[in-house]
């Protein structure tokens, strides 16, 4: 590769307009939308006719091709020909967009581009172009004004205006846009540069520079983000970020999900393993909501499990885990989650869990280590706030109990995107707050052990009344059923004594003890090793 440069030079509106039509020009992927409204793209080409300077723009020749935008408004432009160099838009892109669809009349979204020139506005203290044709005798628009076939209109035009046509079009025709050229550059270089010109702050992620890196006239990867998302959206996981799928990519192309393994995924890899990439995360998420009773993100502690899940069933040659396997992975995702693994430093974490991985494949022993179970006071002390690792765990261990409406003995759909927010109609007070506030209960009034999973319309039904009210009525239409459907909430027959005589902390104590007791199971860990764990603890806190 030449040495690499960045060099001042100047280019006029013509060379411009004429470098996006041929496919010279480009805007690269990574650029943010289109933003500027018509207001501002009539005062920049208002600027331009006055001559005043309106910034320069800072491009990027190179002869490697990376993704960029393929048409601007309705008008399509041309893919890079084979063996030219091409020049991306680094710095600049809000504007020229601007003049292009100004020159070419575009459309943009629903907004028409085509603007006009008034030749009786005053330069001086008028602004010379507007996007309504008020007067036909006055007004020219821009593309006519640039055309070169301008000898045709200013025979018709009076005399001033004639003029006033040659000003404004010698104005447009004269401008040297100032440029700064970088060339032979890396493209991490280059998106580095970017970063710091950028007007707006934008920072560019991986997945920005990796569309760019891996593009090809037949592969375009926010295109395919885009439609993965979508479905997954139908299946409940359309919350995952695009770093999910670099994730996955990196360790089933590379065996890595660092940066470095990332960026080190070249187009040739991406577009021919991308139907792998995707089957592999297809199965982890269906693991995910089959085997674990997880129906979205909304109740996934770390999003990071899937790209390890994927990695999984790509070393399993994409076949179902054997019961064996199966019940390490379920250990696996409980630990996660409520030794809240993957809170700091996650690509370390998930670079050791692919190595986890891999044992699992091979029925080697293996187990995320874990420090202290689950204990009764910490599922009462947990307020419910759906962007905890933890207390998302905890709804995960309530969802694997499939419960069910106490209305209906029906169960309860899950999958529902309002559920990832903590003031959802889904999420039911037990004990309602304005009950807990007039019997002056301060503490845990939203305690995860207070909280149940309930129909939206259940949840307005009940309102705020007390449980001893709403749920006898339910009992008596449940009949023989009633304690089935409770113990699909955790509430067992002690938990449900407290809540009918209206003792609210130890209604807490009680169904705290059954979810606990759920999700230490969950972990592998039995009742003896959970009663060891406590000894130990206590033995820790005698000798403090």
């Given at each position: 590769?030449?040495?690499?440069?960045?060099?001042?030079?100047?280019?006029?509106?013509?060379?411009?307009?004429?470098?996006?039509?041929?496919?010279?020009?480009?805007?690269?992927?990574?650029?943010?939308?289109?933003?500027?409204?018509?207001?501002?793209?009539?005062?920049?080409?208002?600027?331009?006719?006055?001559?005043?300077?309106?910034?320069?723009?800072?491009?990027?020749?190179?002869?490697?091709?990376?993704?960029?935008?393929?048409?601007?408004?309705?008008?399509?432009?041309?893919?890079?020909?084979?063996?030219?160099?091409?020049?991306?838009?680094?710095?600049?892109?809000?504007?020229?967009?601007?003049?292009?669809?100004?020159?070419k009349g575009a459309t943009i979204g629903k907004q028409c581009y085509e603007v006009f020139c008034d030749l009786d506005a005053d330069p001086l203290r008028d602004e010379?172009?507007?996007?309504?044709?008020?007067?036909?005798?006055?007004?020219?628009?821009?593309?006519?004004?640039?055309?070169?076939?301008?000898?045709?209109?200013?025979?018709?035009?009076?005399?001033?205006?004639?003029?006033?046509?040659?000003?404004?079009?010698?104005?447009?025709?004269?401008?040297?846009?100032?440029?700064?050229?970088?060339?032979?550059?890396?493209?991490?270089?280059?998106?580095?540069?970017?970063?710091?010109?950028?007007?707006?702050?934008?920072?560019?992620?991986?997945?920005?520079?990796?569309?760019?890196?891996?593009?090809?006239?037949?592969?375009?990867?926010?295109?395919?983000?885009?439609?993965?998302?979508?479905?997954?959206?139908?299946?409940?996981?359309?919350?995952?970020?695009?770093?999910?799928?670099?994730?996955?990519?990196?360790?089933?192309?590379?065996?890595?999900?660092?940066?470095?393994?990332?960026?080190?995924?070249?187009?040739?890899?991406?577009?021919?393993?991308?139907?792998?990439?995707?089957?592999?995360?297809?199965?982890?998420?269906?693991?995910?909501?089959?085997?674990?009773?997880?129906?979205?993100?909304?109740?996934?502690?770390?999003?990071?499990?899937?790209?390890?899940?994927?990695?999984?069933?790509?070393?399993?040659?994409?076949?179902?885990?054997?019961?064996?396997?199966?019940?390490?992975?379920?250990?696996?995702?409980?630990?996660?989650?409520?030794?809240?693994?993957?809170?700091?430093?996650?690509?370390?974490?998930?670079?050791?869990?692919?190595?986890?991985?891999?044992?699992?494949?091979?029925?080697?022993?293996?187990?995320?280590?874990?420090?202290?179970?689950?204990?009764?006071?910490?599922?009462?002390?947990?307020?419910?706030?759906?962007?905890?690792?933890?207390?998302?765990?905890?709804?995960?261990?309530?969802?694997?109990?499939?419960?069910?409406?106490?209305?209906?003995?029906?169960?309860?759909?899950?999958?529902?995107?309002?559920?990832?927010?903590?003031?959802?109609?889904?999420?039911?007070?037990?004990?309602?707050?304005?009950?807990?506030?007039?019997?002056?209960?301060?503490?845990?009034?939203?305690?995860?052990?207070?909280?149940?999973?309930?129909?939206?319309?259940?949840?307005?039904?009940?309102?705020?009344?007390?449980?001893?009210?709403?749920?006898?009525?339910?009992?008596?239409?449940?009949?023989?059923?009633?304690?089935?459907?409770?113990?699909?909430?955790?509430?067992?027959?002690?938990?449900?004594?407290?809540?009918?005589?209206?003792?609210?902390?130890?209604?807490?104590?009680?169904?705290?003890?059954a979810i606990a007791r759920a999700a230490n199971r969950h972990m592998g860990l039995s009742a003896a090793d959970v009663k060891r764990m406590q000894k130990e603890k206590?033995?820790?806190?005698?000798?403090?």
């Amino acid at each position: 590769m030449p040495e690499g440069s960045v060099k001042p030079d100047t280019m006029r509106f013509r060379e411009l307009i004429d470098d996006i039509d041929k496919g010279v020009l480009k805007i690269p992927e990574f650029q943010r939308k289109f933003d500027w409204d018509l207001e501002r793209t009539l005062r920049l080409l208002d600027s331009i006719a006055k001559r005043y300077p309106i910034g320069a723009f800072l491009l990027w020749d190179t002869d490697e091709v990376f993704g960029s935008l393929r048409n601007i408004g309705e008008i399509d432009l041309p893919q890079v020909a084979e063996g030219k160099d091409v020049c991306y838009v680094l710095d600049g892109q809000q504007r020229i967009t601007s003049l292009y669809a100004a020159a070419k009349g575009a459309t943009i979204g629903k907004q028409c581009y085509e603007v006009f020139c008034d030749l009786d506005a005053d330069p001086l203290r008028d602004e010379v172009f507007t996007s309504e044709r008020t007067s036909p005798r006055s007004q020219v628009s821009l593309e006519t004004l640039l055309s070169d076939h301008a000898h045709e209109i200013t025979p018709k035009l009076a005399p001033k205006r004639r003029v006033r046509f040659g000003e404004v079009r010698d104005a447009f025709r004269e401008y040297l846009f100032p440029v700064v050229r970088v060339r032979n550059q890396p493209l991490e270089a280059v998106c580095k540069m970017f970063e710091r010109v950028n007007t707006g702050g934008m920072e560019l992620t991986v997945f920005d520079i990796m569309v760019a890196k891996t593009w090809t006239p037949s592969f375009n990867l926010r295109e395919k983000w885009e439609n993965l998302r979508l479905e997954f959206d139908r299946r409940g996981y359309g919350a995952l970020k695009p770093i999910a799928v670099l994730q996955s990519a990196a360790a089933c192309l590379h065996g890595g999900v660092r940066q470095g393994h990332i960026m080190d995924i070249g187009r040739d890899e991406l577009g021919p393993g991308w139907g792998h990439v995707t089957a592999c995360m297809r199965l982890a998420i269906d693991f995910l909501r089959q085997a674990l009773a997880v129906p979205g993100t909304h109740f996934l502690s770390y999003p990071a499990v899937v790209p390890v899940l994927a990695y999984f069933f790509h070393e399993n040659g994409r076949s179902a885990p054997s019961k064996a396997q199966r019940e390490r992975l379920e250990e696996y995702f409980w630990r996660c989650g409520f030794t809240e693994r993957y809170g700091s430093n996650p690509s370390s974490t998930i670079a050791e869990d692919l190595a986890r991985v891999k044992r699992i494949v091979s029925l080697a022993d293996e187990t995320v280590p874990v420090a202290e179970p689950v204990y009764p006071e910490y599922v009462a002390g947990t307020r419910l706030r759906t962007g905890s690792a933890y207390c998302r765990a905890l709804l995960a261990v309530m969802g694997y109990q499939r419960p069910v409406d106490l209305q209906s003995g029906t169960e309860i759909i899950l999958d529902n995107s309002n559920l990832s927010r903590s003031n959802s109609r889904h999420y039911h007070h037990i004990f309602p707050k304005k009950w807990l506030a007039r019997n002056q209960y301060a503490d845990n009034v939203n305690s995860i052990a207070n909280i149940m999973l309930v129909p939206e319309k259940t949840n307005l039904q009940i309102g705020a009344k007390p449980p001893v009210e709403y749920m006898d009525a339910y009992a008596r239409a449940a009949g023989g059923q009633w304690e089935k459907w409770l113990r699909t909430h955790f509430i067992t027959k002690r938990a449900a004594t407290a809540m009918m005589e209206g003792d609210f902390e130890a209604f807490l104590r009680h169904r705290g003890s059954a979810i606990a007791r759920a999700a230490n199971r969950h972990m592998g860990l039995s009742a003896a090793d959970v009663k060891r764990m406590q000894k130990e603890k206590e033995w820790e806190d005698e000798e403090d």
